[in-house]
């Protein structure tokens, strides 16, 4: 397990010469400075212990086992978690079975959305405790977790709302037998198969498999959660090790909600609780989200089950500057695409491919920008730059950027005091990157950015195509023309124009080859989750 892997040492600062002693240290920024703007985190009450949430009740683990969840930031311990076992996921399971089969399933749509919007709004009244209790289990600045995750998981729930009594229309096609009319139909008076446009609403899977990372906890809870509970479908929850606690809040305001105990359940534990899940012949869909590693792993595992399957995975994508880009305009888009969650992402604009000609430019503004990112406490509303997830992650990202340099590349971050305690590194770019480098190839999954050149359009999109990851992708240019002729040559699930790593709940998200498959998101979301 990788709490028990932790150290108690301070991490090693990777630039710092002087270390401060709190965490509400910044990057050596103008002479002027911030007041501390903290977020109290007095709207939290973290229990010291928390159980499993099965069938509408939150329990100890069969085995009674736990492990902690921490502070990144401070290393401090927020709380003792229950590590379910096999047989929890038994039980947890055979809950979601019953619901599906005698309550969710049979439930017209109209009565599902209803149970929707209760835990979207109950998450918007909630927003500032989720908010705060995130960033504290994740370490992401509070300015993220209020602006970025909370609200957009709530959005998800409205807009999934919004389509529960509408399956027919979503152009899914039904499966229904002749003659037979779904749940939904029959609650409103339909035949399901009558009017303009209308079809037989495609039928759920059953219960659903969802295991998701630590990046974004609530976020990808709710992209998991929201469709397949809009489509009838019944959910077993994995959340990460290291960030269980606002999967755990999201089970009590299922609860708020009055949703019918078992139609969510909350597994909390490690990764052999996330496959102990995925082999459950009990459950008919799998969604995972995390890396390419464990989501080849799952496949191998669901292959010829007849399970439904869906990968969110990893990337490495390519954020392409063109000469005629606005460079300042840009630049915010490259500091957003790679330093937004510290690099956590999925998605992140990892590879800057600047053309030649405005190479030194980008990068001397791209370093001015820099040195105002302000590093520290991931709860203060000033801060930009968070903690690292884990001790693990730290390691990993610190290997890479070694990597980067033993083969070559320069390495650069601005001046900056990193924390005595918690998991810390600084914002950094390697410039003089070749292709073949690791850290122009492998997911560093953290705020480190390669930089490589390119002289015209075609060698762009070769260099941004070398990857087996495809997952997204960025371009900067005032030429409208030039953004269809890359957004057309690019394999990328995802083309931002002018902008990078923007989601929207009516948005599909998700990439091909390495980067998995299917779709999370708007109408395609849904398809993941029906026999259609
Ligand atoms: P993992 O892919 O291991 O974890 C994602 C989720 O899967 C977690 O809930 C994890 O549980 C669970 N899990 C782990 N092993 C299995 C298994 N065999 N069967 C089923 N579920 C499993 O990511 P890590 O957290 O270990 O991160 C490793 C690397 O993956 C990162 O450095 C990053 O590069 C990449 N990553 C990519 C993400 C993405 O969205 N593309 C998200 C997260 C990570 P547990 O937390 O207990 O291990």
Redesign the pocket.
Known sequence: ??RAERGQSPPAGEVTSSQSTDVAATSAGPAWDYAPAPESREIVTIAGEYGLFVDGEFGPAADRRQFPTINPATEETLAHVALASPADVDRAVAAARHAYSRVWGPMPGAERAKYLYRIARVLQERAREFAVLESLDNGKPIRESRDVDIPLAAAHFFYYAGWADKLEYAGLGGNGRAGEVSADSRADGADGGGGAGRGRAPRPLGVAGQ??????PLL?AAWKLAPALATGNTCVL??????PLTALLLAEVCQQAGLPPGVVNVLT???????S??SHPGVDKIA????????K??SR?VAGTGKKLTL????KAANVVFDDAPVDQAVEGIVNGIFFNQG????AGSRLLVQESVADIVVERLRDRLATLRLGDPLDKNTDIGAI??R??LD??SALAAAGEAEGAQRWSPPCRLPDRGFWFPPTIFTGVSQSYRIAR?????PVLSVLTFRTPEEAVAKANNTPYG?SAGVWTEKGSRILWMAQRLRAGVVWANTYNRFDPASPFGGYRE?GFGREGGRQGLAGYLDA
């Open positions: 397990m990788k295991v998701i990372p630590w990046n974004f990808m994995k959340p990460a090790e290291t960030t534990g490690a990764g052999e609780t996330g496959a899940l995925v995972f989200t995390g890396s390419t590693e464990v989501g792993e799952i595992t969110e995975l990893g990337g956590h992402v999925c998605c997830n884990s693990e992650q990993k990202i492998e997911e560093i999954f953290g997952l980067s």
